[in-house]
């Protein structure tokens, strides 16, 4: 599997030694965190928008899905370069000073165009792909897209082709600037709760994919 090549969107010259190329890095933080922000300019306008979005990866290709009534989709299906960026915070780097004090964290940013998935077989196989992602075996317990709910959706594919990763990580390394001052970090943790059942659910037994889920 070969690394990205660097771009003039993707070269990064400030902080370059925290650039990621490889595509394991690139991957694993896409697939580590559940949503990213869509941005791209409108056409019409030539003003900035962006959209909020659960995602999902297969192989090179990331993908997401919406409403084909929404404006912001219509927009993404009709090939208007469009940039990803996704993103968690890992710890706050305590430094001995203010001006060192910093952020750990895992980003990517992708750039492309998006194309729409029109095929029904292949549409239903990649949100039943995204379902598992999120729960696994749910998909045959829970009743199963309707064609008018099929038809109703977007899933939109776009190739990994153009991507960064930026990663900062570690400890402060000024230590030797203020001895007396403690230093650290304060990790920043995220994650998925516990399982509230709704007020219809009750004391109904949880189904075998919410009980292997716990387990993990």
Known sequence: ???????????????????????????????DIPECTIAVCEPQTGLPRQMVSTHWRIDDALYIH??????????????????????????????????????NFRSVSVYGQFEAVRARDEQLALLQGFYEKLVPGRWEEVRAPTPQELAATFVLRLPLSEAVAKVSEGEPDDQAEAPDVWGGVRVY??????????????DKPLPASLRRLLER
């Open 1 to 31: 599997m070969s690394d990205f090549e660097p771009t003039a969107r993707t070269r990064m010259r400030h902080c370059a030694h925290k650039a990621r190329y490889d595509r394991d890095t690139v991957y694993q933080i896409i697939d």
């Open 189 to 202: 943790r995220h994650g998925w709760g516990e399982l509230v059942a709704d007020g219809a659910s009750g």
């Open 66 to 103: 919406g409403s084909n009534g929404s404006g912001f989709c219509k927009l993404l299906a009709a090939g208007v370069p469009a940039a990803v960026s996704i993103a968690a915070t890992d710890g706050l780097v305590l430094a001995r000073s203010a001006f060192d004090t910093s952020i």
